[in-house]
């Protein structure tokens, strides 16, 4: 069998404006049905124009998608973000960020999280604990 390592990838977020930053804040809170660009100015309190510019960056920067739609009359645009927001909360207490063998751990290295008493006290502990919640 193939073995399976724990893989933690990093995700820079592109560089954006306070006001993309805001616009996609708040986009995120609809997550998948996203916001009427009318609304989304609206609440950022901002012109159309100024609004527009903002969805046009953000869909550049691949953040947002904007969806054509018939509301209220018109064809608009919908703004539907392409990003989730995530959470270190399933890996809060994992043995490896301060492990004195993290760099030597892995495929290549010289310990393997397979053989980790650590990481498998830390996975049973933590997946026990799941399901007492859920009791
Ligand atoms: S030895 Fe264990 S705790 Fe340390 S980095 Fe490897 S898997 Fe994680």
Not at 54 to 70: C, D, P, S, T
Request: charged share 30%; glycine share 6%; proline share 5%.
């Amino acid at each position: 069998m193939e073995e399976q390592y724990l893989l933690l990838v990093y995700v820079l977020p592109p560089k954006m404006s306070k006001l993309e930053e805001k616009a996609i804040k708040l986009l995120l809170k609809y997550e998948n049905r996203g916001l009427l660009q009318s609304e989304l100015w609206h609440k950022l309190g901002v012109t159309s124009r100024e609004g527009s510019r903002i969805a046009i960056k953000l869909e550049k920067k691949g953040v947002v998608k904007r969806v054509k739609e018939f509301a209220k009359d018109r064809w608009t645009r919908r703004l539907v973000p392409l990003i989730k927001q995530v959470t270190l909360e399933p890996i809060k207490g994992a043995p490896c960020p301060s492990c004195i063998y993290n760099n030597v751990c892995g495929k290549q290295g010289t310990v393997s999280p397979n053989t980790c008493l650590w990481i498998e006290e830390w996975v049973t502990s933590s997946t026990s604990s799941k399901s007492l919640e859920k009791t």
